[in-house]
């Protein structure tokens, strides 16, 4: 079986990093944590769950998560977020595909997410399919911050089971990270040359609410997938909006 080093990438998850940590713990032989100035007991609590905790600076989602990746020892590494965690069926999928991965440098994992207490099984949020275990030498995070994505060089596979997600610990949450999450990828599009128009503002989160609300059958969701197709419409009008208008001085 070949070895597995588990990265995790924190910053004030104290109340999640260590359900991560033990759905991960029996398949790693490391798991690394990389913090970023966490105020709370995160550090504490992670290396008190047996992880290798480094602390450094800020640079970005896609920048700080090829930071945790080149810091692995293992040859394959499972990359994880704080308020992610593996199934059972996902471990033994992990397990079975590390004793014999055969020419494939990397497998998808289907993720799960969970809102206002209950599962999404429906919308843009699933099957949402994610690489996260691969080959550390092949491998690399790409993506405008803050959606990376994590990519690999030669033949992928997938495994069954779930990575269980819970993003928002409350709706006031999912609104700040809604803002916070919009200006970081405004500039992001504003560094790559990308322009934005009237049409933009206007035309694409009407399109995301038909995709996500009635072409991926969000309303089976019921009131949960009505009120996640209205967010995501939200999130993708304050994007381009503030792309079109610039972003203000002192944005997140």
Known sequence: ????????????????????????????????????????????????????????????????????????????????????????????????????????????LRRLSSWMGAPIRHGTWYPDRRLRLVRRERARWEGLDPHDRLSVEGPTGSLGGHLLHFPYRSLGEHLAVIDRYTAIASRALAESGVRAGPLDVLVRPVLHFVKAYLLKGGFRDGVRGLCLAWLGSCYVVLKWGRRYLGDPPGSP
């Open 1 to 108: 079986m070949h070895r597995l080093s588990v990265a995790i990438i924190t910053r004030d998850e104290e109340d999640r990093i260590e359900a991560a940590i033990a759905s991960v713990r029996e398949l790693a032989d490391e798991i690394l944590v990389l913090d970023s100035g966490s105020t709370d007991r995160t550090v504490q609590r992670a290396e008190a769950a047996g992880a290798r905790v480094v602390q450094l600076d800020w640079p970005g989602h896609v920048a700080q998560k090829n930071r945790a990746l080149a810091m692995c020892s293992a040859d394959w590494v499972l990359s994880i977020d704080a308020d992610e965690r593996l199934d059972e069926e996902l471990a033994r999928a992990v397990r079975e595909a590390l004793a014999d991965p055969g020419d494939r440098v990397g497998f998808e």
